[in-house]
């Protein structure tokens, strides 16, 4: 049994909370929030303990590992102190929105030999899975396009997009780290495009919620990434990866996997109405991941650095959306 703590009760910590619950290996014993009260609801509804300090979970001998899915900036301070305590973490993206808070946990996480998993739980989609298992067994070939849509059925409430550093950091750093884990590549250029055609609000606080984005891959590869805040029709997520031998998809799911045929014509279900809804399985399966790889098994997992590099993406894509023009890409390891 894996003893786990839990940090943040909201909407996501919930999510994670509940899969710990039900994984038969593993245990929550103890659940955080600055507001006392979300903690306690969870905590009644899992049958789990109310930490009454982050000290009590950093000292507690039967917490083997954190999940920190409290508000981004939270998560810098937590990962550098389950570090310090010597505690696995499953931490929530982004690490922080200052990009050298994150270079210097990432630095003070070379001296931790526990696991440090980031939450990209798309990789953990099974289409996502089997176009990535498709790749890499070489079923397309040599990989030339990467096309990845990203488009959610309506945008956030504006008090959240004020604080969620933007639609690339926010919304497309999961497509960013998609693109390099699909390709085995990290970009070394990117081009970006974007407007607030949704919602001009958006345009307002600075950011954009419709763009375009053109990744260059070391080996010639092109990636190109649509993002959008608003679908009229539902959660529309694709993935196309084009290679010399042929083409492998992820299709836009539909909420169910029927056709009714009357009158001369065809009447399908749409895609899912959320995201939360059509992902979330994988938030299950990235935690069981989690799970086997504190169990010694050889497991790939989206890890600190895998998180910085989608955020250096990310920064110089904001780069070149503010500038007009296409941006290098420069990485950074710690020492
Ligand atoms: N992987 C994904 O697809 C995905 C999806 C949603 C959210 N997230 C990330 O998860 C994080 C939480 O998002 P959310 O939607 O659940 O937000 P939320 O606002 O619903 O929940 C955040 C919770 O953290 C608590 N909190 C704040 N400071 C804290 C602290 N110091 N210690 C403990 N708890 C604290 C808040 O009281 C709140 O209950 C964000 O970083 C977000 O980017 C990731």
Known sequence: MIGFAIFGAGFIGTVHATNIA????????????????????????????????PEEIWSAADVDAVVIASSTNTHATLLSQAIQAGKAVYCE??????????????QEARQSPRPIMIGFSRRFDRNHLAV??????????????????????????????QVSGGQ????????????????????VEVYAAG????????????????????????????CHIDN??????????RIEVFGSRGMVQSRLKPLREISLYRDHQVISP???????????????????????????????????????????????ALLSLRQNVPVKITYWQPA
């Open 228 to 237: 959008s805040r608003r679908t009229t029709y539902g959660y529309d997520e």
């Open 270 to 316: 749409g895609p899912y109405p959320s995201w939360f809804e059509r992902l979330e399985p994988s938030f299950a399966t990235a935690l069981d991941a989690f799970i086997r790889v504190l169990e010694g098994q050889q497991v790939v997992y989206p890890t600190l650095l895998d998180g910085l590099r989608a955020q250096l993406i990310a920064e110089a």
């Open 168 to 187: 690339f950091r926010d919304q497309t750093i999961h497509f960013f780290d998609l693109a390099c884990w699909l390709t085995n590549e990290a970009p």
């Open 132 to 161: 990535h298992e498709a790749v890499q067994q070489g079923e397309i070939g040599k990989v030339e396009m990467v096309l990845l849509t990203s488009r959610a059925q309506e945008p956030p409430p504006l008090s959240y997009i």
């Open 93 to 106: 993206k982004p690490v922080d929105l200052e990009i050298e808070r994150v270079k210097s946990v990432v």
């Open 22 to 53: 039900a994984h038969p290996r593993a245990h929550l014993r103890y659940i955080y929030d600055v507001n006392r009260r979300a903690a306690e609801q969870l905590a009644q509804r899992l049958r789990s303990t109310v930490a009454s300090s």
């Open 195 to 222: 407007a607030a055609l949704v919602d001009p609000a958006i345009g307002d606080v600075g950011d954009v919620d419709t763009s375009m984005l053109i990744l260059k891959m070391p080996s010639g590869a092109l």
